[in-house]
Structures are given as structure tokens and as C-alpha cells.
């Protein structure tokens, strides 16, 4: 039996992502893998999450836990919650105070549910508009992002976000993504509920989309133009450069074994960290994350990824919306040129591109402070310039 074996880059943007896959494949014909053989096809190895410095062995003990399902992510969440919210970051250290938060979970109509939460400015501060957030591979609501809302809320927004099914706190399997397209209406289903909050009702409203999750926020806009005021891209996923994605009869093989054994984890030789965040110190707060989907990637997630992608890069000139695109000039797991190519090809009058020169991926959570308050600053200029129109 011979056997194929292809190195690649990732196929998709993870947040805290792996460089290299080495996936050796027996390459063979469907008809002959009987269903007790399917599961040695591919070797899933096994990976021990590492110590986090700085905790307690009773709070690693809890990380380390299996965190397949939402029950053991929720326990974890409230165990780290205080810890994180400690760390020396400009994200948690300079969250200004008296924003109101809420914390619930809506049953999707898929059954599941799925966890939400809002930030809203202090009582008496009019709200401006609302802005709906769509967090990227392997990511949740509840880490990082919940100081870049708090000084979005503190100007004037209400600010809202869900954990993918899979992810976060959210039931499903995690980091499994057997359709693109349920995640995507999963969002524009659950978002349609929270536009109906008293708080917002008649004002613009807003999708922000980060890496993975600019790739969600773009379908969702394509899905219901008419549903949103305009979005806000950060180094999102696109459109797969052609040194990112595998080679096509790889790709074959993926979407083979996405049947055979979807929920199939791929083998990961490195740790992409070091091209997400600039800054070493807050790099060393990432698996502090400790909910995040950080092991293998799945084989239907992979290639629902790569799909999504296609199909976005196929239908760039439909978004008509305003646009605001923010990407890091030397960011190396998502390409600014192809920030740059839906720049140059989406239809809308009213569309902005802003590259950070040095910016590695993680431009609103691994780069210096200075820089990090930047990009927050001219998300919420260009906010307030469109929302002073309505």
C-alpha cells in the first residue's frame, strides 16, 4: 500500500493557530476501506495541553480537562473568569468602568444553546448604534474580546456577541463545523433576536467580523444585505492565497475523509502563536484562553473553511454595504492582499482599508498598546462617522 504524504500551509486562519500540517494518508480506494478499517486511516495523535504559568496546579488540573462538550467549558470559564480579567494587558487594564453586561443563552433552531452577551454603555449615555460581533476559529466572546467591547460600549454602542455552535460556551462538539452555512445562519438567526432589544430598536446596526469570523460576517451580510448598516473586517478570511491552500488533489483527499470520519482531527507539528502576536509578553497570555479550540483541526471543519472561502471570494463585488477592513501589513496567517483584493472588488461606495504597518494577525490583541488603542480608535471614528448620519 503506497502511501501520499503532503506538507501544507493552514488552510484557514486559526486565532491561536498551527504553522504546518504533515498528514501521511494510505492512499486507497473508498470501496475497499471497510468501516472497522476507516479508523485507521488517519492517525489522530493525541495532544497534552501545556502547564499555564502563573496558576494554580488546581486551576491547570482544570484546564486540562476534556473540553469536547459545553458543560466542561462553562466549568473551566468560571474558574479562569477572575484570573483573566487580572492579567497585565491594556485590554483589561484600561476597560473603562460602568458598562453593563448581560450573560444569557438562546436556544438556536437547531436545538442547541447558544451562549450571548451584550455591553452597554452607562445608564443615561444614548446609544448610538449596535455593533454584532463574530469571533474567529477556535475563539470565544469571553477571553480578549471582552476589553475590545467594553471600550466600543464606552463610546456610545451596544455591543453584542455569540459563541459559535462548537465553540466558547456554546453547545457542540468542539471546534467541529459540519456546515458553514449553519454558522453563518446560526448568526443571522441569533442576531435577529438581539436587533429586537428595546435598548437598539431603530438604530444602525452593525457585524464585525474577525479573522474566521470576518468570513462568517461577510456570508451573513450576503444572506441579508438588508439586515445591516454596514461591516467591520479584521484580518478576515476571505479568500485563500494561493501559497495557503493546499494542493487540489490534497483537497480531494480531504473532502474524502470529511466523510469518512468528519469530526477527524488533522496533525499539527508547530505552534503558530509566534505569527499572530507581535508582543512576546502578550503572547504569553494567549492559553490563558483556556476555552479556546486549540488541538487538531477537525477534517469537516477544515474543509467547510476552505469551501466558505471559495464561495466569498466568488461573490466579493455583491457587498454594496459600508466597509471598514483593518489588517496587519506583515500578518502571515492572513493575508492582507487578500484584504486588498476585496477592497478593490466589493461594489460598495463606501468602503475603507486601513493596513498597520509591522501588524502581525492579532492586530487588536498581540501588538503594542499604542497600536492596539489605534485600532479601536478608528473602529469607533468610523462608527460614529456613519452612525452621526442616521
Known sequence: MSTLTSTFRPIFPPEYPHTRLNLQIPFIP????????RKTVLIIM??????????????????????DHAPARRRVRSAFTNVQQQLDHVL?????????????????????????????PKPGV???????????????????FEGIAKHIAASGYGVYAIDHPGFGLSEGLHGYIPSFDGVVDNVNELYTIMKGRPEIRGVPRFIFGQSMGGA?????????????????????????????APPLPLQKILILLSKLMP??????????????????KKKQMAPYNV??????????????????????????????????????????VTDPNVSQFLYNNASSKDK????????????????????????????????DSRTSLK
Not at 456570508?219 to 448598516?229: T, V
Not at 469530526?263 to 512576546?280: C, G, I, M, T
Not at 488541538?295 to 469551501?307: F, I, P, S, W
Request: hydrophobic share 40%; proline share 4%.
Open 216 to 244: 462568517i460576517a461577510l456570508k451573513a451580510l450576503l444572506k441579508a444585505p438588508n439586515e445591516w448598516d454596514g461591516i467591520v473586517l479584521v484580518a478576515p478570511m476571505c479568500k485563500i492565497s494561493e501559497e495557503m
Open 126 to 144: 444614548r446609544i448610538k448604534g449596535a455593533l454584532c460581533f463574530c469571533h474567529g476559529y477556535g475563539d470565544t466572546c469571553t477571553f480578549f
Open 46 to 67: 493525541a495532544q497534552k495541553k501545556p502547564r499555564i504559568e502563573g496558576v494554580s496546579d488546581e486551576l491547570n488540573s482544570i484546564a486540562s480537562q476534556n473540553l
Open 291 to 332: 476555552i479556546s479550540y486549540s488541538d487538531q483541526t477537525r477534517l469537516r471543519t477544515a474543509v467547510e473553511l476552505l469551501n466558505a472561502t471559495k464561495y466569498i471570494e466568488s461573490q466579493v463585488e455583491k457587498v454594496a454595504s459600508p466597509m471598514l477592513i483593518l489588517h496587519g501589513a506583515a500578518d502571515k
Open 30 to 37: 473508498l470501496h475497499k476501506i471497510s468501516p472497522k478499517s
Open 352 to 383: 475603507t482599508l486601513k493596513l498597520y504597518e509591522g501588524g502581525f494577525h492579532c492586530i487588536l490583541e498581540g501588538e503594542p498598546d499604542d497600536r492596539i488603542l489605534t485600532v479601536l480608535d478608528d473602529v469607533i471614528s468610523w462608527l
Open 263 to 280: 469530526q477527524a482531527k488533522l496533525v499539527p507539528q508547530k505552534d503558530l502563536a509566534d505569527l499572530a502576536f507581535r508582543e512576546s
Open 92 to 120: 483589561f487594564k484600561m476597560a473603562p468602568v460602568g458598562i453593563r453586561t448581560d450573560e444569557w443563552y438562546e436556544i438556536n433552531s437547531n436545538g442547541q444553546e447558544i451562549f450571548c452577551k451584550s455591553w452597554l
